[in-house]
Nanobody, 128 residues
Protein backbone atom coordinates (compact mmCIF):
# COMPACT_ATOMS: atom_id res chain seq x y z
CA UNK A 1 0.00 0.00 0.00
CA UNK A 2 1.27 3.46 -0.76
CA UNK A 3 0.72 6.82 0.89
CA UNK A 4 -0.64 10.09 -0.39
CA UNK A 5 0.63 13.22 1.31
CA UNK A 6 -1.09 16.55 0.79
CA UNK A 7 0.54 19.92 1.38
CA UNK A 8 -0.03 23.58 0.60
CA UNK A 9 -3.13 24.36 2.61
CA UNK A 10 -3.47 27.43 4.76
CA UNK A 11 -5.32 30.66 5.40
CA UNK A 12 -5.93 33.00 2.48
CA UNK A 13 -8.08 36.04 1.87
CA UNK A 14 -10.96 35.94 -0.60
CA UNK A 15 -9.65 36.37 -4.11
CA UNK A 16 -6.32 34.84 -3.20
CA UNK A 17 -4.61 31.70 -4.44
CA UNK A 18 -3.24 28.49 -3.03
CA UNK A 19 -1.39 25.61 -4.60
CA UNK A 20 -2.10 22.17 -3.16
CA UNK A 21 0.27 19.29 -3.84
CA UNK A 22 -0.32 15.59 -3.48
CA UNK A 23 2.77 13.42 -3.44
CA UNK A 24 2.52 9.65 -3.77
CA UNK A 25 5.02 7.30 -2.20
CA UNK A 26 4.82 4.79 -4.99
CA UNK A 27 7.15 3.48 -7.67
CA UNK A 28 5.01 4.90 -10.49
CA UNK A 29 1.96 7.12 -10.61
CA UNK A 30 1.30 6.44 -14.29
CA UNK A 31 -1.47 3.90 -13.75
CA UNK A 32 -3.50 5.82 -11.20
CA UNK A 33 -6.36 8.24 -11.52
CA UNK A 34 -5.98 11.04 -8.97
CA UNK A 35 -8.69 13.17 -7.47
CA UNK A 36 -9.00 16.14 -5.16
CA UNK A 37 -11.96 16.19 -2.82
CA UNK A 38 -13.06 18.46 -0.02
CA UNK A 39 -15.21 18.29 3.06
CA UNK A 40 -16.56 21.29 4.89
CA UNK A 41 -17.90 21.04 8.46
CA UNK A 42 -21.31 19.42 8.50
CA UNK A 43 -21.20 18.57 4.81
CA UNK A 44 -20.49 15.48 2.79
CA UNK A 45 -17.19 14.97 1.05
CA UNK A 46 -17.43 16.17 -2.54
CA UNK A 47 -15.36 15.89 -5.68
CA UNK A 48 -13.43 19.01 -6.67
CA UNK A 49 -11.32 17.83 -9.59
CA UNK A 50 -9.96 14.60 -11.01
CA UNK A 51 -7.30 13.71 -13.55
CA UNK A 52 -7.20 10.38 -15.28
CA UNK A 53 -4.23 8.15 -15.87
CA UNK A 54 -3.20 7.64 -19.48
CA UNK A 55 -4.71 10.55 -21.42
CA UNK A 56 -4.75 12.91 -18.43
CA UNK A 57 -8.33 13.98 -19.04
CA UNK A 58 -9.72 16.24 -16.32
CA UNK A 59 -13.01 16.79 -14.55
CA UNK A 60 -14.06 19.74 -12.43
CA UNK A 61 -16.96 20.49 -10.15
CA UNK A 62 -19.11 23.30 -11.54
CA UNK A 63 -18.33 25.42 -8.49
CA UNK A 64 -14.60 25.53 -9.28
CA UNK A 65 -14.54 25.58 -13.08
CA UNK A 66 -12.46 28.45 -14.37
CA UNK A 67 -10.81 28.96 -10.99
CA UNK A 68 -9.06 25.65 -10.20
CA UNK A 69 -6.62 23.72 -12.37
CA UNK A 70 -5.43 20.17 -11.79
CA UNK A 71 -2.20 18.83 -13.24
CA UNK A 72 0.02 15.83 -12.78
CA UNK A 73 3.72 15.08 -13.03
CA UNK A 74 4.20 11.34 -13.17
CA UNK A 75 7.98 11.64 -12.94
CA UNK A 76 7.74 13.55 -9.66
CA UNK A 77 4.72 11.44 -8.65
CA UNK A 78 2.86 14.61 -7.77
CA UNK A 79 -0.55 16.03 -8.58
CA UNK A 80 -1.13 19.74 -8.11
CA UNK A 81 -4.38 21.63 -7.61
CA UNK A 82 -3.89 25.31 -8.39
CA UNK A 83 -6.69 27.29 -6.77
CA UNK A 84 -7.27 30.88 -7.83
CA UNK A 85 -9.92 33.45 -6.92
CA UNK A 86 -10.70 31.59 -3.74
CA UNK A 87 -14.02 32.18 -2.03
CA UNK A 88 -15.15 31.64 1.56
CA UNK A 89 -17.25 28.70 0.39
CA UNK A 90 -14.05 26.95 -0.70
CA UNK A 91 -13.14 26.56 2.98
CA UNK A 92 -12.77 22.86 3.73
CA UNK A 93 -10.35 20.05 4.37
CA UNK A 94 -8.95 19.01 1.01
CA UNK A 95 -8.01 15.41 0.34
CA UNK A 96 -6.28 13.75 -2.53
CA UNK A 97 -7.14 10.21 -3.48
CA UNK A 98 -5.99 7.59 -5.94
CA UNK A 99 -7.63 4.80 -7.87
CA UNK A 100 -5.88 2.17 -9.94
CA UNK A 101 -6.65 2.11 -13.64
CA UNK A 102 -6.39 -1.67 -13.46
CA UNK A 103 -9.47 -1.72 -11.28
CA UNK A 104 -11.16 1.23 -12.94
CA UNK A 105 -10.01 1.45 -16.58
CA UNK A 106 -12.11 4.53 -17.28
CA UNK A 107 -12.83 7.19 -14.67
CA UNK A 108 -16.40 8.15 -15.53
CA UNK A 109 -17.07 10.33 -12.50
CA UNK A 110 -15.13 12.24 -9.88
CA UNK A 111 -16.82 11.06 -6.72
CA UNK A 112 -15.42 9.69 -3.45
CA UNK A 113 -16.69 6.10 -3.87
CA UNK A 114 -14.62 5.83 -7.06
CA UNK A 115 -11.38 6.10 -5.11
CA UNK A 116 -9.74 3.59 -2.80
CA UNK A 117 -6.64 5.26 -1.36
CA UNK A 118 -6.77 8.53 0.55
CA UNK A 119 -4.43 11.07 2.06
CA UNK A 120 -4.82 12.68 5.47
CA UNK A 121 -6.07 16.01 4.17
CA UNK A 122 -4.96 19.63 4.35
CA UNK A 123 -7.02 22.53 5.68
CA UNK A 124 -7.90 25.42 3.41
CA UNK A 125 -9.49 28.45 5.02
CA UNK A 126 -10.65 31.42 2.98
CA UNK A 127 -11.44 34.36 5.20
CA UNK A 128 -10.81 38.05 5.53
Amino acid sequence: QFQLVESGGGLVQPGGSLRLSCEATISTLDFYHIGWFRQAPGKEREGVSCISSGDGSTQYADSVKGRFTISRDNVKKTVVLQMNDLKPEDTAVYYCAAESSWRTPHLATCTPPDFGAWGQGTQVTVSS
